[in-house]
């Protein structure tokens, strides 16, 4: 996948891969919000791309940090609200709605929803922070960086 068009954008089945990888998260939560992080160079490439596209799914900008830690920072930065966080890989496009639904259930039961913020599991390529409100609803959240 070495060329000049980052993977992210590579079309697959006449859209970019980043697309894709939106849609499977908000098949499996409709009223999930959403923060796409990105080189500050490609922000204005990937917004050029939804307009081509007609891609017209609510989401949040945040600027890529020199390191893939330093960019899952800057998104979770813009995370306003406690709920479950979902931090996925853009480029992988795949991800299963049942992979999403169980992910929850990678997390010790043991932890508190306060010291979640620290412990990052990674079942295939996804990985969660999870906090609950005070009222103990949950809301969900995705942080795709690309």
Same mark, same amino acid.
């Given at each position: =996948?070495?060329?000049? &068009?980052?993977?992210?954008?590579?079309? $697959?089945?006449?859209?970019?891969? @980043? =697309?894709?990888?939106?849609?499977?998260?908000?098949?499996?939560?409709?009223? /999930?919000?959403? &923060? @796409?992080?990105?080189?500050?160079?490609? /922000?204005?490439?990937?917004?050029?791309?939804?307009? %081509?596209?007609?891609?017209? =799914?609510?989401?949040?900008?945040?600027?890529?940090?020199? #390191? %893939?830690?330093?960019?899952?920072?800057?998104? @979770?930065? /813009?995370?306003?609200?406690?709920?479950?966080?979902?931090?996925?890989?853009?480029?992988?496009?795949?991800?299963?709605?049942?992979?999403?639904?169980?992910?929850?259930?990678? $997390?010790?039961? +043991?932890?508190?929803?306060?010291?979640?913020?620290?412990?990052?599991? #990674?079942?295939? +390529?996804?990985? &969660? @922070? #999870?906090?609950?409100?005070?009222?103990? #609803?949950?809301?969900?959240?995705?942080?795709?960086?690309?």
């Amino acid at each position: =996948m070495q060329g000049t &068009i980052p993977k992210q954008f590579l079309e $697959l089945a006449g859209r970019p891969v @980043l =697309m894709h990888t939106f849609e499977c998260f908000k098949d499996y939560d409709p009223d /999930m919000e959403f &923060i @796409l992080v990105l080189p500050r160079r490609q /922000m204005d490439v990937w917004k050029d791309l939804c307009g %081509r596209h007609q891609f017209q =799914m609510e989401h949040k900008l945040a600027f890529g940090g020199e #390191t %893939r830690f330093h960019s899952v920072k800057n998104g @979770l930065e /813009m995370v306003s609200e406690q709920g479950i966080v979902f931090i996925h890989d853009g480029v992988r496009p795949l991800v299963s709605k049942q992979t999403i639904q169980n992910s929850p259930s990678y $997390l010790p039961a +043991y932890l508190h929803p306060e010291s979640l913020r620290s412990y990052i599991p #990674t079942p295939l +390529y996804t990985y &969660i @922070l #999870t906090y609950l409100y005070s009222s103990y #609803t949950l809301r969900t959240l995705c942080v795709l960086c690309g």
